[in-house]
């Protein structure tokens, strides 16, 4: 299969070039790796290019994860019967090493981090690509020895139009709502994840599946090689606690896979335990920026759907003064599921609510009145960091926003830093504040 891409290019490049689709980091690199194989190509971008009106000038295209399957212009290539590939199926075809796909809703870095550094610890070469590490293409570029492992953090917009790429594991965390304005419906997002399972499974693969989703895929997936792991014991998170990550309940899964992991892969439990003492949470997942007098400030930006959000509740159940701050981009969710969770924590006294979402969310808590919590909407961050008053009532604020920053922030990374940043002000203030 690898073989058939590789010889559709070097049969047709000197008659038709190659589109490219996207001109974003898997575009550009894409179109680096064309060039270094003397491959005619034309890019297009979103934003400002045009396709051309005979696109059977074009022998394949290479689309960026940014395009959905419901995209006109793929939805035109397809119908020109021009054979479409995403970009890591288009640079997989030259690389011949062997591959860990890790993917869910919540903890693919977390999860791709550590193996990292368990692989690492073992003596044996790896490389993380995808989402988490460089662009496939550029890794070709690189040319890597040929016994590098490559970790790929694969991402749904990646996994459902897959056709060549087989990994020989697939590390599969959760899953839960996401992107549905990308897919279109869960279903369509459960189907691009399973997709890539099968696919490592089809080619005599290893799959690990986390507890939650066994309901969802008990059924579907049934294959000797489909590991579903158990629910985590008492024992088992008796384990955890070990390791510094007590900061997150959401993690406990994703390292009791991996525990999981290592028992097949035959990687003594010394190893994966030294790592996770080691271990540094990514940026911008749960972890407390600091305390002021007795109130702690929690920063989750990362959190940006709804099961990471339930993860960050979790976390807080037996703190009994907590104040929390949601809100953002939507990307389809359905917004009544946000504010129904909140019954089940009664310990959330007051509720921050910004961003795009804000006025729609805060009109839904209104409604639901077993919610006991304060609702208070607010314009921005700042806006909440200027009426918020601090004092000696133990408490926790926690920004676990659950939804996208793009409304506001380039970024999640830029969303967290600037609420670590509004923190550290009111730490210089020499007011005296109360909740």
Not at 217 to 241: E, K, S
Not at 297 to 313: G, I, R
Not at 403 to 413: I, L, M, R
Request: glycine share 6%; hydrophobic share 40%; proline share 5%.
């Amino acid at each position: 299969m690898k073989s058939f891409l590789r010889e559709r290019c070097v049969r047709l490049h000197s008659l038709k070039p190659v589109a490219v689709l996207g001109k974003g980091v898997s575009g550009l690199a894409c179109a680096r790796l064309l060039e270094h194989l003397h491959i005619p190509y034309e890019i297009f971008d979103q934003n400002g290019s045009q396709l051309p009106k005979n696109i059977q000038q074009f022998a394949l295209c290479i689309f960026s994860p940014g395009f959905s399957p419901y995209h006109p212009w793929l939805k035109s290539f397809y119908k020109a019967r021009i054979l479409c590939v995403n970009e890591l199926d288009f640079a997989v075809t030259y690389l011949e090493n062997p591959l860990i796909a890790v993917t869910g809703t919540n903890g693919k870095t977390s999860v791709t981090e550590c193996l990292s550094q368990i692989f690492l610890q073992q003596g044996q070469p790896v490389l993380a690509v995808g989402n988490n590490g460089d662009a496939l293409s550029n890794v070709v570029l690189q040319g890597i020895s040929w016994d590098t492992y490559l970790l790929c953090e694969v991402s749904s917009f990646q996994a459902w139009g897959l056709k060549y790429l087989v990994p020989s594991q697939v590390l599969w965390t959760n899953l839960s709502s996401d992107h549905l304005n990308y897919h279109r419906s869960f279903s369509h997002y459960l189907r691009s994840k399973a997709h890539l399972a099968r696919r490592c499974l089809e080619g005599g693969g290893r799959v690990f599946l986390g507890p939650s989703l066994q309901k969802l895929l008990r059924a579907g997936l049934h294959h000797p090689h489909a590991h579903f792991i158990p629910v985590p014991t008492a024992n088992d998170r008796h384990w955890v606690q070990q390791f510094p990550l007590k900061f997150s309940v959401g993690q406990l899964e994703n390292f009791h896979m991996l525990k999981y992991f290592c028992e097949f892969n035959k990687i003594p439990l010394r190893v994966l335990e030294y790592c996770l003492h080691r271990f540094k949470q990514p940026s911008h997942r749960l972890h407390k920026v600091r305390t002021i007098r007795r109130v702690e400030f929690w920063e989750d930006s990362k959190a940006t759907n709804l099961h990471a959000l339930q993860a960050a509740l979790d976390s807080f159940k037996n703190c009994p003064n907590v104040h929390w701050i949601l809100g953002g981009q939507s990307k389809g969710e359905f917004l009544d599921d946000y504010v129904k969770i909140f019954e089940k924590y009664p310990n959330v006294q007051k509720i921050y609510l910004i961003g795009a979402t804000g006025p729609h969310l805060y009109t839904l808590f209104l409604k639901h009145t077993s919610i006991r919590a304060a609702c208070i909407l607010s314009a921005s961050l700042e806006n909440i960091f200027k009426a918020l008053r601090v004092g000696d009532e133990k408490a926790a604020i926690v920004f676990s926003p659950g939804f996208a920053s793009w409304d506001q922030f380039e970024n999640y990374a830029e969303r967290g830093a600037y609420f670590e940043t509004l923190v550290a002000q009111m730490r210089e203030s020499e007011n005296v504040m109360r909740p």
